[in-house]
């Protein structure tokens, strides 16, 4: 999410067929409710995406905090490298890391990292994690970016993303019959990665601007793909038809997901909102500190927040 400091601030502060798009010029929000929360994880570095595994544990992707270089300076400001990436676990009254060690990128400070973005489980329960790349064309080669832009499983790269013809800088993921759905920031578009690695650009974002950079997607109850922005939209994507917008006017997408009730959930800048499926956009909470991810369980909304800080990272459970 580093095309610059501020725009990873920015980013991380990042119904059924046939039914029409939401409007753009949507009234705002109502006041917020004050929704009971209780925090499931704490103790993380820049916690962002969350997935569920088979047994109801959480898997939490940690973008690190860096570590002791080498270091360059860049748009934004001064950034390390180091190996303090993670995959957390928590669930069954406690919390611990599954795989560590993973590319990280961030501030001296250890804020505002790049590393493991997004986390999904497969059907055979293995967690897969993307690693950010951030950055322009230039710093693709960066020794410092060394093992980023990647699709992994257990420290197997299923694809290297930034290898590709366009590199690709991997956001998001989500698990599917087919391989995985990747989501590229650097494209804003929305990626396949078959289970041997092959890579296929499903769809592109139109209207493309400096500020578009897709951040996040989720399967519909119709079978469509919805994938959120950073400039307030979120598009309903048919493989093989061209993307369309399903709602806009919002503040900017961090993560999204869906209900069995078939409401949208969406992480919009500091707040959850539910979308429902007349239009109704009504506020869950909010007040979110940096949110990163958001993952729905039964009747509670789960959300990482601080997720552009070092070590004071949480994950919230939020009733619905």
Do not use: K
Request: net charge positive.
């Amino acid at each position: 999410m580093f095309r610059s400091r501020q725009a990873v601030v920015v980013a991380v502060l990042g119904l059924v067929s046939g039914a029409s798009p939401m409007r753009a010029a949507e009234p705002e929000p109502a006041a917020p409710v004050h929704a009971r929360m209780e925090v499931v994880a704490r103790g993380l570095d820049g916690p962002r995406g969350l997935a569920f595994g088979p047994r109801g544990e959480l898997y939490i992707a940690e973008g690190g905090r860096g570590g002791p270089g080498p270091c360059r300076a860049e748009a934004g400001g001064r950034v390390c490298s180091g190996r303090s990436g993670a995959i957390t676990v928590a669930g069954f009254g406690r919390q611990w890391r599954v795989e560590a060690g993973l590319p990280s990128l961030a501030s001296p400070a250890g804020a505002y990292a790049l590393g493991p973005s997004d986390v999904t489980v497969t059907a055979e329960g293995d967690p897969v994690h993307t690693v950010r790349l951030g950055g322009g064309p230039a710093l693709r080669s960066a020794p410092e970016r060394a093992g980023m832009a990647q699709l992994n499983r257990h420290g197997a790269v299923l694809a290297d993303l930034g290898a590709q013809e366009t590199p690709a800088d991997p956001v998001a993921v989500l698990a599917t019959g087919q391989g995985y759905l990747v989501v590229d920031a650097a494209g804003d578009a929305l990626i396949r990665v078959g289970r041997r690695g092959r890579v296929q650009t499903i769809a592109t974002l139109p209207q493309r601007t400096s500020a578009t950079e897709a951040t996040s997607v989720a399967e519909g109850p119709d079978g469509a793909y919805y994938v959120g922005e950073r400039a307030g939209r979120i598009w309903r994507i048919e493989p093989g038809r061209a993307p369309r917008v399903y709602a806009s006017g919002l503040r900017g997408v961090v993560d999204l997901a869906w209900s069995p009730s078939g409401d949208l959930y969406v992480l919009d800048g500091t707040a959850l909102l539910r979308l429902g499926r007349r239009g109704t956009r009504t506020v869950v909470t909010a007040g979110l500190t940096a949110p990163g991810g958001l993952a729905l369980r039964g009747r509670d909304a789960y959300v990482s927040t601080c997720a552009t800080c070092s070590g004071t990272g949480t994950v919230l459970r939020i009733r619905l």
